[in-house]
């Protein structure tokens, strides 16, 4: 009625878990489901970040949990299949670990902000001739009779 002794003690492999202190037997042992993996003798299974899934059962190591595909994210811990990767609302991309969505950048303000510059300089060597002209009393290159 005492505790096992050491030697009688099992240790889950990996992808699976006991939560029982000293298991005396492999059907002890409960296998890790979709979306969490475990390493040897482990206690629990350990869940997928959320921005990753896994389809497998029994995995073993994080590398099992795969990225959401490009465009889509999930929030979910532990996520079990592709199908909870959704898209990002339109206007809006992935954050770089796929565990939600963020404004995209708009490039507009930055194009108008660009195209305001080209403008004004064009403006200014539109006065500097006509200062230069005004000044020196010669006509602007393209306009010589």
Known sequence: MGAASPGNCNTC???????????????????CGTGTYSSSGALSC???????????VEASSPSVCVMCKANTFSSIVGASSSSECRPCPFGNVPTSNHDGCRKAQDYTSI???????????????LHWFKELNNKYDVPPPLLKE
């Open 46 to 56: 350990i869940s997928c970040d959320a921005g990753t899934y896994s389809e497998m």
């Open 111 to 125: 194009l108008f902000g660009l195209l305001g510059l080209v403008l004004l300089g064009f403006i200014a060597s």
């Open 13 to 31: 492999n990996e992808g699976k878990y006991s939560s029982k202190i000293a298991a005396s037997s492999s059907s002890d042992c409960i296998s």
